[in-house]
């Protein structure tokens, strides 16, 4: 055994409640279990389950051991539980920001952009206000900052938006101080919301929450910043387990979550608690379920944990589009779980609807269901979205739908979005919900 699934073993025995960790599925115990194993995906050791520290690989050794545990079996003709890709990934490992005198707080005050490139200097912060192109005439080696949005005198001119339509993205306006020659960029955000890229500037750019922007001139006339990033083929993997189904193999259901999230930056830690350590305990917490002989169902089912969702749909682009480890054309349905912590308001259905706005017959059935079981106040239909991992599946034409909980705390892509904010106020009733769904399918695609 290796040293990283060595510190995965023990992490799990650690966390393992006696009584409760894949008990004997009644409700209280149904969710004492799912949030122990979210507990334990979206702890600080996971290392926010991204690409510093081995975080995603802990979570995802983690994951088949909890398939090994409720005894699913390897996708037939494969010899583990792991599917292994590459893909190309600007991976920001550290970094601190000083505005004037004030040292600002990781993940509270500012993230490093994902797109930043790495370097360590000090200059004169000059205020290019919203970065519309004539504000950047005096770049030159200093410091920008920028505002997203755009000023009032735009806004209010439809002619001057379609002109500006570009600038609704701000790397327009970084691109646009890099050609300029500026040292670095600043840009001022309401909130703080990190993702992954692929695509580095040749200069840092830092995001700083207004709210913590020094108020008084003299207090932001200059800047330190240090980023440490580095542009990397990075390696990760999908994490695959299979029930084989009771009846003839002529279909497959695939439940599927991405366990991955954004990793750290220096001292903060983006554990994703809702997003998605939530969905990949309830694809456990139903992989154990379906795997009971009393609730075998007719056809297969496969069970996907995808690393590299918040890279841009990685590893399910891989396992759909380059190599696909049972054939596509047998899946008779995909469930796609995330941000499954919540549910006061009600669930989404994207790929729901299809292009014509019409319910598909996956979201007619599952609408039937909870009109009959009440388990949550609202079955919301929207189109086909590149937002999570059954987008592939259903550009392949196989039916799809990504479920997500409506209402709960607003965290999201931030450091906020932690264990002890998840309420799975409607779990229980949700998860009982899509297993109703599941069992009635039927076998045929």
């Known amino acids: 055994m290796n040293f990283l699934r060595l510190k995965t073993a023990l992490l799990s025995l650690l966390w393992i409640l006696p009584g409760e960790f894949f008990s004997q599925g009644y409700p209280d115990s149904l969710l004492a279990e799912t949030r122990e194993v979210a507990r334990v995906l979206a702890s600080r050791e996971f290392a926010g389950r991204g690409y510093q520290e081995n975080g995603h690989l802990i979570a995802s050794e983690f994951i088949a051991t909890k398939f090994s545990d409720c005894g699913m079996q390897k996708i037939p003709g494969q010899n583990s539980y792991f599917q292994k890709f590459t893909f190309a990934l600007n991976r920001i490992d550290s970094g601190s920001v000083m505005i004037g005198k004030k040292l600002l707080l990781a993940g509270e005050d500012y993230i490093i952009s994902s797109r930043s490139g790495g370097s360590e200097s000090a200059g004169k912060i000059l205020d290019c206000g919203f970065g519309m192109p004539d504000e950047f005439r005096d770049a030159t080696g200093k410091f920008v900052m920028i505002r997203e949005g755009f000023p009032e005198k735009i806004k209010s001119d439809e002619k001057k938006m379609q002109e500006f339509a570009a600038f609704r993205d701000e790397f327009t306006k970084v691109d646009l101080a890099s050609k300029h020659r500026a040292s670095a960029v600043i840009i001022l955000r309401k909130k703080l919301t990190y993702g992954l890229s692929a695509m580095p500037v040749d200069i840092p750019v830092v995001e700083i929450l207004e709210s913590s922007w020094p108020q008084k001139k003299k207090a932001r006339q200059s800047a330190k910043i240090f980023v440490a990033s580095e542009f990397v083929r990075q390696e990760s993997q999908n994490v695959l387990g299979w029930i084989e189904g009771k009846g003839e193999a002529d279909s497959i259901v695939v439940v599927c ?81 995330d941000l499954m912590a919540n549910g006061d308001e009600g669930i989404a259905a994207v790929a729901g609807l299809d292009a014509e706005n019409l319910p598909t017959k996956e979201f007619t059935l599952l609408q039937s269901i909870n009109d009959s079981l009440q388990a949550t106040p609202l079955v919301k239909g929207r189109k086909n979205a590149h937002n999570s991992d059954h987008y592939y599946f259903v550009e392949k034409g196989i039916p799809a739908m990504f479920i997500y909980t409506l209402g709960g705390p607003p965290h999201y892509h931030d450091v906020h979005d932690t264990y002890e904010e998840m309420r799975f106020s409607k779990y229980v009733e949700i998860r009982e919900l899509l297993i109703f769904l599941i069992s009635r399918l039927g076998s045929k695609p």
């Not at 939530?278 to 795997?291: D, I, Q, R, Y």
């Open 257 to 337: 979550a991405h366990y991955d999230h954004l990793g750290k930056q220096g001292t903060a830690i983006f554990t994703g608690g809702n997003d998605n350590a939530s969905g990949t305990a309830m694809m456990l917490s139903m992989a154990k379920h379906f795997n009971l002989p009393e609730n075998r169902p007719q056809y297969d089912m496969a069970f996907i944990a995808f690393g590299a969702e918040e890279a841009g749909l990685i590893g399910s682009q891989h396992f759909v589009t380059k190599e696909p480890l049972f054939p596509l054309e047998k899946i008779r349905f995909v469930l796609n779980l």
